[in-house]
């Protein structure tokens, strides 16, 4: 098949933004195809070679592709630069130079799709030592054969640009007209598309097996899903009406969503957005190897940035330094994570997106082996409101975003965005912007390398109407090694074998004090909790207010008495006073 085909057809997609016209001209293409190259026109009309989730890219530099253009024309590079500094282009620079050729009356061969893909795939797969010159040679070798507007394509291809516009579901609906005639079958071809996330394959298969072969689509090892996905809802009251009351509550948690395929020893990680991120969590595939009790296995998981020592959440920003500043070894010790499983898609060969979510639940809590790194997300079965609304509370002041709320009848929709998954958000956010000075009232016995030690302290604040001190975190981050040596002294003299009668706690501590000892904390946000009683009714029934990500600043407040810590009276000021509605768009934002 000519590559001026295809070529033609690009520059009449360029020419319009109507979707239905660029669907036609891929129509048009399409049935001028061969369905033996289908999947490989497919994948180059949307400027790659293979699927994404192969993560396969051409990746030339610009500069490259400027030598290979002067290579091929003989030009020098520094008229070609000033061509592409004014037409502003890379492609239309490179189908201008090639337009000014000097005809030499060397013997030009037309272009073919086969050798354009065979040799940008060369170009993709060409690295180590004299990759550069390689790939030099393999495009001068295709310019030197194309026509200008076919240069201007295949330039645009190799450094990534061809941006033509064609959204994979206009890929659909081209293939549905072209193949079927029809296009009402495009929900048939978009249910293979959620299910492999390839759409080459899909356009191959159709080509050549028809619609039977498009129905025979299952999910596989390997091939990421398209995720399921949430809707919004602002009410837990609203939300348990449009599932009907059967509903199960589930943590939102802050952190990376990773499908999750597991083959025997192999272990492929998938993003939200389907890119192989197997590279980034050596630690996971560990977990995943060690945590999950079957050989083969599609699920889902949240993960998140955790403090080992106290098994405390941590913000999403903490996961990004995975992804940003140290190497990957160094990262995984400095920020290092957890696994919740909130979902399985297959076992064993079994498609599982077809059971309701109630039996997919119960599978997973079969197969995965809990501990401190791996955990199914914590769950709440209820249609009352009132108790989502606590879970809700409960869920933010332990570092989660909110809850997601699941119809527990529904089937896995790959893809989809509906009311089968209804997230609840909080609506306000009450940042913290002093420190806070508070009085230790119990401790929590360490685990890990705090194993012996304390691991994290229950801070109180003073309320002074009642002369009592009301819990209002449990911190366990902040603290340095030298820190954790020293405290169990610090507070020796104050220990006592029971809650002082001046503690007022909902939460039982593994060993108790006389308020004495006053540190600075700083934290996130304050929040409302149902755990903590500092505050308890003044914002919400039943519910105290608590500090989110809290803090130790490293400072023991030597100089204060637990009276003159800070007051209870003094935070629901700065929580009233810092109140404000969260932004819809900056919670939502994708990773
Ligand atoms: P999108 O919905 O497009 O993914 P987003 O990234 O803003 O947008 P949200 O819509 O806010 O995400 O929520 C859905 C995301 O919540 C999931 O993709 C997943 O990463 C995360 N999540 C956390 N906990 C759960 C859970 N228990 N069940 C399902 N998803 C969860």
Redesign the pocket.
Known sequence: MLYSIIADTYEKIEETTKRLEITDHLVELFKKTDPNLIDKVVYLTQGKLYPDYLGVEIGVAEKLAIKAIGFATGRDLESIEKIYKKVGDIGLAAQEVIKERKQTTLFKEPLTVERVYETLDRIAKTSGPGSIDAKLKLISSLLNDATPKEARYIVRTIVGELRLGVADYTVLDALAIAYTYDKNNRPLLERAYNLSSDLGAIAKTLAKEGLNGIRKFRISLGKPVR?M??E?LETAQEIVEKLKGRCVA????DG??IQIHKDKKIVTLFS?RLENITHHYPDVIELVKRNIKADRVIAEA?CVAVNLDTGELLPFQELMHRRRKYEIEEAMKAYPVSL?F??ILYLNGEDLTQKPYYERREILEKIIIKDDRVRV?QSLKSNDPKEIEKFMEQAISDGC?GL?IKDMDSTYRAGA?EFS?I?L?REYRSELKDTLDLVIVGAFHGRGRRAGKYGAFLLAAYDKDADVFRTVCKVGTGFTDEDLEKFPDILAPYKISHRHGRVDSKLEADVWFIPQIVIETIAAEITISPVHTCCIDAIRKDSGLALRFPKYTGKIRYDKSPEDATSAEEILKMYKSQLKKIEKEA?????
């Open positions: 995720p996905l949430a919004r589930e943590y939102k948690l990376e969503r939200r949240e919740f909130f979902d997300v975003e997601v965005r998954w997230k958000k919670e939502s934002e994708v990773i």
